[in-house]
């Protein structure tokens, strides 16, 4: 009964899945900004540390040390972002797949909106590191993104479906 409900309503669905994104999103950001003193870090293994640091910037702290002006861009460039593609996904013929890697990067870019726009900057708390070599620290809201957008270029390799020539001729 859940899968037919589920392939009836595909827009309240991909609601339902945009709103549990962007609550484990910003529960986990609240759970580490808590328990940990911002700049704190917390050593999990020999390759994953639980850190609380705040990005001004974008990916890699890209602009980070921009002197405020990027804060408002990022808003900016994000509302446009989640809206475009919350249309596309609440779209009556939308692929499946489609909908859902776009509930990912509206549930991703939406949890960092929220961090912004609240506390003017986003909240990381992942940090991997081989040694003394660190990814730069990241959150749920950008794996979310990141496993769309893979989603999305894998999928983009395969063949198109090509029709047949009675196909075509009706």
Known sequence: MTA????????WTWLVAVSILLLLDQSTKS?????LELGEAVRVTDLLNFVHVLNTGAAFSLLADASGWQRWFFIS????????????????????LDRWAGALVVGGGGGNLVDRIHI???????????????WPA????????V??????????LRAPIRKTHEELLS
């Not at 589920?6 to 827009?11: E, K």
């Not at 759970?31 to 328990?35: D, G, K, P």
């Open 4 to 11: 037919c409900w589920i392939q009836r309503n595909p827009r």
């Open 31 to 35: 759970y580490f900004s808590t328990i």
């Open 77 to 96: 460039v994000t509302m446009l972002l989640v809206g475009v593609v919350s249309l596309v996904c609440l779209a009556p013929h939308v692929e499946p």
């Open 120 to 134: 003017g900057a986003v909240v990381d708390f992942l940090d991997f590191h081989w040694r003394n070599i660190h």
């Open 138 to 145: 990241f959150n749920l809201a950008d794996v979310f993104i």
């Open 147 to 156: 496993c769309a957008t893979l989603t999305w270029c894998l999928f983009s």
